[in-house]
């Protein structure tokens, strides 16, 4: 089983910083994942009342002002114009698309 995969370095960047703004972290951003990042994020998570995993979770980046204002709360909406329909059946989707061509 593979293990969590590190963000880009510009992401990583944005922990650190976050990180430092807070005092969690004495270096100076580098966009490197290492040992000193994933410290940094374990004093973090146990100052801020969460379990110190020094890994990422929604629930850290939500408290470090990185996090989507939607993670945990609701499930991920499809982007505009996605193909939602395709979890209809073929019949369907031709009868929805000849719905919406008839004139009202």
């Known amino acids: 089983m593979k293990g969590q995969a590190a963000p880009a370095p510009d992401r990583i960047g944005e922990i650190q910083a ?4 807070d005092g969690s972290y004495a270096g100076v951003p580098t966009g490197k994942w290492d040992d000193s990042t994933a410290a940094a994020l374990r004093r ?12 990422l979770d929604a629930l850290t980046l939500e408290k470090l ?7 945990g709360v609701a499930p991920p909406t499809p982007p505009p114009n996605a193909a ?8 369907a989707q031709r009868e929805e698309i000849k719905n919406e061509n008839q004139p009202e």
């Open 65 to 71: 002002g990185l996090g989507s204002e939607t993670a």
């Open 44 to 55: 973090y998570q146990s100052a801020h009342g969460l379990s110190p995993t020094g890994k």
């Open 18 to 21: 976050a990180l430092v703004k």
């Open 84 to 91: 939602a329909n395709r979890l209809l059946s073929r019949s």
